[in-house]
């Protein structure tokens, strides 16, 4: 009967319960319980292996570049990196509010690795996130077109709690381009929360994305409801080498 209910188990993807459910019958441990903390413990099991399931794949899904995490997030350089700040935020709140992040430093300042260690945050609260360095972002806006995917690939993006644009203004901006930022900003706004790392101070980056009118839109959208993280001194990737 026992062997009949593992397989049944199996059966039903139900397997983090079913391979506890086989040990503890081989090792004689299910006297250790009664009926419901043993049904507790490994309803418990099960639900822990599919949170750790969903959130793998979540990350997986969000194309991250770096192994970064908000754990391992580096207060003790000198880049004016405020803890308490970076605390309030890794609760996520400006996700439910729908608000937007900025994080702008020079090269080497650790501006990739903090927006992605939000990004692995948010997955791990079960938030889905998808990043893109700006470069990838423009290449996959016109293969989309060229595919013919344009509007069910800009949907994803539109419906995404949590989007992240990295390298923005690095890459020049093609028609094509703004009009996708401008999609995607005019939709977000209001609904949900997107994160931009640059290199390029704020001020600077109207001149960059050019024709002045969508300029001011997607200025406008990105500005006014967002929390600012501004990283300084020199590069932490010269400082390790240095170091090494």
């Known amino acids: 009967m026992e062997v009949q209910t593992v397989e049944k188990l199996i059966q039903m993807n139900i397997k983090a319960m079913a391979h506890s459910y086989r040990e503890d019958i081989e090792n004689s441990a299910l006297s250790n319980y009664t009926v419901s903390e043993y049904l507790a413990r490994i309803t418990d099991l099960e639900w822990d292996h599919r949170q750790n399931r969903k959130i793998s794949n979540l990350k997986k899904a969000a ?3 770096q192994q970064a995490h908000p754990l391992q997030i580096d207060y ?8 308490q700040v970076m605390q309030r935020i890794l609760r996520l709140d400006f996700i439910k509010r729908a608000e937007n992040i900025i994080i702008t ?3 080497g300042t650790g501006k990739s690795y903090l927006a992605q260690a939000i990004g692995v945050q948010a997955c791990e609260m079960l938030y889905k996130t998808l990043y893109y360095p700006m470069s990838i972002f423009s290449d996959t806006v016109l293969t989309m077109n060229i595919q013919g995917t344009y509007i069910k ?5 539109k419906n995404v709690p949590l989007l992240i644009l990295d390298d923005f203004g690095l890459t020049n901006f093609t028609s094509e ?3 996708a ?12 929360a997107v994160i931009f790392a640059s290199q390029i101070p704020v001020k600077k980056w109207h001149e960059l994305l050019g024709e002045s009118t969508i300029a001011d839109a997607i200025m406008d959208r990105i500005v006014h409801n967002s929390h600012r993280i ?12 240095l170091k090494s």
């Open 76 to 83: 003790k350089s000198d880049r004016s990196l405020d803890n």
């Open 181 to 192: 930022l401008m999609e995607i900003v005019d939709y977000k706004y209001g609904r949900s």
């Open 230 to 241: 501004k990283l300084t001194g020199e590069s932490m990737r010269r400082k390790n080498k």
């Open 63 to 65: 194309s991250f570049r």
């Open 177 to 179: 381009t703004r009009k």
């Open 105 to 107: 430093g020079l090269t």
């Open 153 to 157: 690939w800009m949907k994803g993006l």
